[in-house]
């Protein structure tokens, strides 16, 4: 599998990074996880306007699913060659009406549908092209979904946005690569069941047994150096942060 950082800030985008996008790469199928503010654009750098085969919404804020009404647009209204096929996005209930709001004035209220094929993300074991993955529900505010993605032997997991919680752990048990986000600062924020700060995404990767460890969703308020080395402290394995257009091959 090739994993591509397309966005990785938390909240809204940073003057480096559109919000959190990630494009997973094997036997030339491409899955988006998560297509946060700003990502599309971004997305252009390392992928066909219309190559993607599949996305993965991970939960509905903004800033990991609102550029799927600009990429609505480029599906619908796409003169050369017609209207785009429906592709499949997994993502939680409500996902197409959750869209279809806040673009606010689509032609119907399934035009979304008529470009995306919706699927209702819930806490199982399913194959997406050549990749299977394994979904938890994960701790946050609204529904919320942590992802496993098997292929080849090797093992990605994405964390979503997420509190601590057992699940994550299992999710990313003898993971090779845990991409997880670190989003508060150990010592100042403190809010149950809404994101993780550096230690703590460290602390779960050294419980799960995960070969390697990359945060993300780290917001501009936030210094990653400080996530980082909270990090370190508690994880034996390599660490690092994500950065837009970094690859990683797993």
């Known amino acids: 599998m090739k994993l591509t950082v397309v966005g990785c800030s938390g909240s809204f985008p940073s003057a480096e990074s559109a919000c959190s996008s990630y494009l997973v790469e094997a036997d030339g199928f491409r899955l988006l996880l998560d297509m946060g503010n700003g990502a599309l654009g971004e997305l252009q750098r390392h992928c066909g306007l219309y190559d993607l085969d599949a996305i993965f919404l991970s939960h509905l804020h903004a800033d990991h699913c609102i550029d799927m009404c600009a990429y609505f647009v480029a599906r619908y209204y796409r003169h050369d060659g017609g209207r785009c096929a429906p592709l499949p996005v997994y993502g939680p209930e409500g ?56 292929h080849g032997g090797k093992t990605l997991t994405y964390s979503g946005d997420t509190g601590a919680t057992p699940l994550l752990d299992d999710l990313a048990r003898d993971a090779d690569l845990f991409l997880c986000e670190a989003a508060f600062t150990h010592g100042k924020e403190s809010i ?32 990653p150096q400080v996530n980082l080395t909270d990090a370190r402290a508690v994880y034996d394995g390599p660490v690092g942060l994500a950065a837009p257009g970094a690859t990683y091959e797993i």
Do not use: C, Q
């Open 192 to 223: 149950p069941d809404l994101h993780l700060n550096g230690r703590e995404a460290g602390e779960s990767a050294a419980r799960a047994g995960a070969r390697r460890l990359i945060l993300t969703h780290i917001p501009p308020w936030t210094d």
């Open 95 to 150: 996902t197409e009406h959750r869209l279809t709001t806040a673009y606010a004035d689509t032609p119907s209220a399934s035009s979304m549908s008529e470009v995306f094929d919706f699927h209702t993300v819930k806490p199982s074991t399913f194959e997406v092209g050549p990749f299977l993955v394994h979904t938890e529900r994960v701790a946050h505010p609204v529904e919320a979904y942590g992802i496993r993605i098997e």
